[in-house]
């Protein structure tokens, strides 16, 4: 079981995090099932770049993004080479550092 530590964010993660989760599981379903409420605008879709997250550590253990992925991601707030879209990105058996940005393309919180 991967664990996913997530690097203090200050409103959604102030101390920062360390969680296990599910080999198979997206980021973003991790995130939220421990209680992180990244945004995710589009409900999971590929259609925003809201749920942008950088990997820090063990970007390479990931799968490639799909093309749709990374057109989206040219989208995202502060992109940087190891950014991916948490509702895409699915774990493997490596662990994880993350961190979510401060911004996202959003001017206002959507509320899930």
Request: aromatic letters at 4%; a negative charge; one cysteine or more.
């Amino acid at each position: 079981m991967p664990k996913l530590k997530v690097l203090p964010h200050a409103e959604l993660c102030p101390a920062g995090a360390e969680i296990d989760a599910a080999e198979g599981s997206s980021i973003l379903d991790a995130l939220l099932e421990n209680g992180i409420e990244i945004e995710h605008a589009c409900e999971k879709s590929c259609a925003c770049t809201t749920c942008h997250v950088v990997v820090r550590e063990g970007f390479d253990s990931l799968d490639e993004a799909e093309e749709k992925e990374e057109d989206m991601l040219d989208k995202a707030w502060g992109l940087e080479a190891n950014s991916r879209l948490s509702c895409q990105t699915k774990l493997r058996d490596a662990d994880l550092v993350i961190e979510i940005p401060k911004y996202t393309i959003n001017y206002a919180r959507e509320e899930h």
